[in-house]
């Protein structure tokens, strides 16, 4: 953000939470890192173990149960930004991302950029 203000460029900044895509469909998500994870050398694989891989598996079941399906949220935050006369610098989509960024927003930018 601030890299681009000599250049007199305004950056907003739109930090989504969890939304539900294709990208984190936990069928699609799995089967890839099941993918990679047969790729692996067995002494990784041995270290790590399975249980690890069903971990993940598992965790990213709940993460996709527990995001919104409300996509509309992060392309509001877009329009926002880009029509509004006076755009805000950072942009919270979706109640985690307001959850873990709440206390951050009492900052100034520069010292959220920086943390």
Request: proline share 6%.
């Amino acid at each position: 953000r601030r890299e681009m203000q000599p250049f007199g460029v305004q950056v907003s900044i739109i930090e989504p939470g969890g939304f539900r895509t294709g990208m984190t469909d936990p069928t699609m998500v799995v089967k890839g890192f099941e993918c990679l994870w047969e790729r692996l050398p067995a002494e990784i694989r041995a270290a790590y173990g399975r249980h690890y891989l069903d971990t993940y598996a598992k965790s990213t079941v709940l993460l996709h149960r527990l995001s919104s399906s409300r996509l509309s949220r992060v392309t509001s935050a877009m329009e926002h930004a880009l029509l509004a006369r006076f755009p805000r610098s950072r942009y919270a989509a979706g109640w985690d991302a307001w959850f873990v960024l709440l206390p951050l927003s009492y900052c100034p930018a520069w010292l959220t950029d920086a943390i």
